[in-house]
Every structure is written in C-alpha cells, then in structure tokens.
C-alpha cells in the first residue's frame, strides 16, 4: 500500500455516517454520537473530509472555520491503518486547507494521556497554549495546543 497514492479525501455525506460510528466506536472514549456527525454535515462553518483507501473509509478529520481560526473537531485513523502515515496526511490536508482559506491559526484540544495523537501534533509544530484541567468525563486534563500560520 502506497498512502500517498492510495489514500483518496474527499469530503462526508451522509451515507458514510455508519461507518465512522464504527471507526469512532473502536477510537475514542467518549465517542461522537450520530447526531454529532449529522451536526457537521449541516453547520455551514464546519468542513469535514473523510480518506479512502480503495473504497473503505479509513480516516476522517474536521474543524470548524471561525473567523481567522481553524478549530480541529476530530481525527481519528481506523484501527488496522495506523501507523501508516494516514493521521500525517491527514494533518497535511489540515493545514493545506487553512492556508486556502487564509486562516492564521489553528487551535485544538487532546487528552494529557493521548501521547499518539500529541507527538503526532507536534510534528506539525502545534504548541502547548492552556491545560484545561479535569476537562473530560474521567476528569482527565484537556491540553490546548495552537499551530500559527
Ligand atoms: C492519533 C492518530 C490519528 C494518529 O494516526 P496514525 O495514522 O497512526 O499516525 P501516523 O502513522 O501518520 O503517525 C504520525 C506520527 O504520530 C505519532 N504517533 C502515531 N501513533 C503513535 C503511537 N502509537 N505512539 C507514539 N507516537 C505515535 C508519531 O509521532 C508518528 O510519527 P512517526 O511515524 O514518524 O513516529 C491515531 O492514533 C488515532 O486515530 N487515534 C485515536 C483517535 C485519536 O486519539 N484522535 C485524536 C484525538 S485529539
């Protein structure tokens, strides 16, 4: 498998819902539900992609345009496609977005605890800005993490 040929983005419908339940599900403690999704696919301010491989949905990310800022909703590669370069390509297709869209930077926020997704942001020069402590169900800390651009 050659992820830079293979791997096909383009943007959700609602077709693909059942199966980011599925990749969500298997991805996320506290995952989004149905509705969440369906939000997205109405909110004119958010975007929301989703990647390929052949004709299996692997990856999904969104954000939410606002203003000068891109907000980062989810990204989540499915279990057997990771550590396959997808969430680089991913947060590629991110940034490659943002500048089409003159934005100055983009903001998200991690788990402390989710070391995978946190080194793979700071590849892409995301800085650790706030902790939001106890932010999650399990009282986990959110990290805020900015990228200028
Ligand atoms: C975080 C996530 C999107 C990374 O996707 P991926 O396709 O596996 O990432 P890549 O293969 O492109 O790896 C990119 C970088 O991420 C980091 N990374 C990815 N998985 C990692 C792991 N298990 N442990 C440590 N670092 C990891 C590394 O820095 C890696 O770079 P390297 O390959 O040069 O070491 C994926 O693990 C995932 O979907 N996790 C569950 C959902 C999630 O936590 N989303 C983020 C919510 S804020």
């Known amino acids: 498998m050659n992820i830079e040929n293979d791997l096909q983005i383009r943007k959700i419908c609602s077709e ?7 990749i969500e599900n298997e991805s996320h403690p506290d995952p989004w539900s149905r509705k969440m999704f369906e939000k997205e696919l109405k909110l004119d301010y958010a975007y929301f992609f989703v990647g390929n491989i052949l004709s299996e949905i692997v990856t999904y ?12 909703t989810n990204i989540t590669v499915s ?28 903001l998200l926020e991690v788990r402390e605890n989710n070391l995978p997704a946190i080194s793979l942001y700071k590849k892409f ?11 999650y169900s399990n009282y986990e800390n959110a990290v805020i993490m900015e990228k200028l651009l």
């Open 61 to 72: 990310i969104g954000f939410w345009h606002i203003m000068d800022e891109a907000h980062l």
């Open 79 to 106: 279990k057997n496609y990771r550590r396959l370069g997808i969430g680089k390509k991913m947060m590629e297709y991110l940034t490659n977005c943002s500048k089409m869209l003159k934005i100055k930077r983009i």
């Open 16 to 22: 693909d819902i059942d199966i980011l339940l599925g």
């Open 125 to 135: 020069d995301f800085k650790k800005i706030h902790i939001r402590k106890k932010y």
